[in-house]
């Protein structure tokens, strides 16, 4: 079992569970989820990985800040979590709203970030989402992105809100008990949902940073996309034109919420690609 702790970083309290001894490899979360998305990986990379898995800023046990979500002051948190654990690099694997953090970091860093390893999520405004959005964005986007409205009627229903988001991010089949009632817990609250929230209202902000990061440098780290539903091979399409090491898989009937749903497929991807000195093109053979 990860053991917990709250370390101070860039201004606030991240709690961050931490197993094993080795290579460090940095798990970051989306929504509605905590560093617990990971409870079904931490112990298998733990075995040869020191396995570092944060409750973002504002998320679970981490201080509810004010400001500070969009995905350059994030990526400033987990570079700053990295040092105060003394890891001089890591391997970053994150999905949903973990997702633009981690690829801010890896482009500013290179040399913090070792290998790279991104999931479900949109990178901002970035060529290759097009038909992802003919349609508009799905539809709590622009929900979460009103100011005071989500934290205001949801108060009294969190549990219900939660479970759609886990139920739909599993096709249909939902996580463990244990798993539901810390994210139910996580997010219950005006303030739990504020913060939550701050992720979307930030948005615009973030693909802005986004977009002037990739105007100025490449992605030179190898990366791994992977997808399943409902991003499929968006991530992957934004990232091809950026990225000069890149590797990209599709989970068949997976559902959004990869490390819950698939956790074995997962592993499988993941074991590999994360080993120092293995080659992608082993990788792939490998599969």
């Not at 890891?87 to 694997?93: D, N, Q, T």
């Not at 219900?160 to 249909?172: A, K």
């Not at 990869?258 to 490998?286: C, H, N």
Request: glycine residues 10%.
């Amino acid at each position: 079992m990860p053991s917990s702790r709250r370390i101070t970083v860039n201004g606030i309290q991240v709690n961050v569970a931490v197993a094993g001894s080795g290579p460090a490899v940095l798990l970051l979360h989306g929504f509605p989820h905590t560093w617990r998305l990971w409870s079904e990986i931490i112990g298998p990379l733990s075995e040869h990985h020191r396995v570092v898995a944060p409750d973002l800023r504002g998320f679970g046990d981490s201080t509810r800040a004010v400001e500070g979500y969009d995905a350059s002051t994030l990526a400033s948190d987990v570079e700053s979590l990295l040092d105060a654990l003394g890891e001089p690099s890591a391997a970053v694997v994150a999905i949903d709203a973990g997702t633009p953090v981690a690829f801010l970091l890896a482009l500013r860093r290179p040399d913090l970030v070792r290998r790279l390893v991104l999931m479900e999520s949109l990178l901002g405004s970035l060529p290759g989402a097009e038909d992802f959005l003919a349609g508009g964005p799905p539809w709590w986007f622009g929900f979460h992105a009103v100011p005071g409205l989500g934290e205001t009627v949801l108060i009294g229903h969190e549990a219900e809100y939660v479970d759609w988001f886990l139920v739909s991010g599993t096709l249909g089949r939902g996580v463990a008990p244990e798993i539901r009632d810390a994210f139910v817990d996580a997010y219950t609250g005006g303030e739990a949902l504020r913060c939550a929230f701050s992720y979307y209202r930030a948005m615009p902000v973030s693909a802005r940073q986004i977009g002037e990061a990739v105007a100025t440098r490449r992605l030179t780290v190898p990366t791994m996309a992977i997808g399943a539903h409902p991003v499929g091979r968006v991530l992957e399409r934004q990232l091809r034109p950026v990225t000069d090491d890149l590797i990209a898989h599709l989970l068949p009937d997976c559902g959004h919420i990869i490390p819950l749903d698939e956790p074995g497929e997962l592993l499988r991807l993941l074991k590999p690609f994360l080993a120092d000195g293995q080659r992608v093109s082993t990788v792939d053979r490998a599969l």
